[in-house]
C-alpha cells in the first residue's frame, strides 16, 4: 500500500487482455506452439506460459482449444470500432485470393531468387516472412514451421470484406475452422489484417482474410 491506501503495482488494463496477453492469444488461435510463440516474442516459454493461464483465468476457458475457438475481438480494434462490412443475412462470396504462401527451404536464397531473378515487387520483410506482389496477390515465402517440410501444399488465402460475418456464414455451411478470426498484423498506417484456418476435404489449407481499415475521422 501507498501513502494514500491504494495498492502500487501498474494500473489496471482497460481491455480484457493486456497487450502482452492479446498477442500470445492471437498466436495460440494462429494455431502456434508454446516454443514457436517464445521464439517469435523472444521471450522464455515460461513467460508465453504465464500469459497463456492469465487470459485462460480471466476468460473462465478451460484450455487452450478453448482459447483458440474464443471470438474476442481488443477493445481498440478496428474491428469493432468500424461498421460491419456486410448487412446481416447478406450473401457471402468469397473474394479473389489476396494472399498465397510457400514454405522454402533456405529463406535467404529464395529472397534473392523471387526477388532478384523473379523480378517480383518485395513489399516488405518482418523476420523471415518475405512478402510479394504478384499483380496484386500477395505471396508470402517463409521457412517452414517447425514439424511441416518444404513441399507442403501452398496455403490460399481468400479476401472476404467482413471476416467476422464470413466466419459464421462458412461455419453454418459446415467448414470447421482451426481457430477464431485473429489480429495477425496491425501496420504503421492503422490497417489491421486478420485471418481465420481451415481445410478442404483433402486436408489443404485454406484461409480467409480481411484489411480492416481504421475508422476515418
Not at 489480429?183 to 485454406?206: C, K, Q, S, T, Y
Request: proline content about 8%; glycine content about 12%.
Amino acid at each position: 500500500m501507498n501513502g494514500n491506501g491504494s495498492r502500487r503495482g501498474r494500473p489496471r488494463h482497460p481491455d480484457v487482455l493486456t497487450p502482452a496477453e492479446w498477442r500470445t492469444v492471437d498466436a495460440v488461435r494462429h494455431g502456434m506452439s508454446t516454443r514457436h510463440i517464445a521464439r517469435l516474442r523472444g521471450v522464455s516459454p515460461d513467460a508465453v506460459k504465464f500469459h497463456v493461464a492469465n487470459a485462460l483465468a480471466k476468460l473462465g476457458l478451460a484450455n487452450r482449444a478453448e482459447l483458440r475457438r474464443w471470438r474476442g475481438v481488443p477493445r481498440d480494434s478496428s474491428l469493432r470500432k468500424g461498421p460491419a462490412a456486410m448487412e446481416p443475412g447478406a450473401r457471402l462470396e468469397l473474394g479473389p485470393l489476396g494472399q498465397i504462401s510457400r514454405h522454402v527451404r533456405d529463406f535467404d536464397a529464395a529472397v534473392g531468387w523471387y526477388g532478384r531473378t523473379l523480378g517480383l515487387e518485395h513489399l516488405y520483410t518482418f523476420g523471415q516472412l518475405a512478402f510479394y506482389d504478384c499483380g496484386g496477390v500477395r505471396l508470402m515465402i517463409s521457412p517452414p514451421e517447425s514439424g511441416a517440410e518444404p513441399g507442403t501444399p501452398s496455403l490460399l488465402y481468400f479476401r472476404v470484406p467482413d471476416i467476422q460475418h464470413a466466419y459464421d456464414e462458412l461455419t453454418a455451411r459446415g467448414v470447421v475452422f482451426s481457430g477464431a478470426p485473429h489480429l495477425i498484423h496491425r501496420h504503421a498506417n492503422g490497417v489491421e489484417e486478420w485471418m481465420a484456418f481451415f481445410e478442404d476435404p483433402d486436408g489443404n489449407p485454406l484461409a480467409i482474410m480481411s484489411q480492416v481499415q481504421p475508422p476515418q475521422g
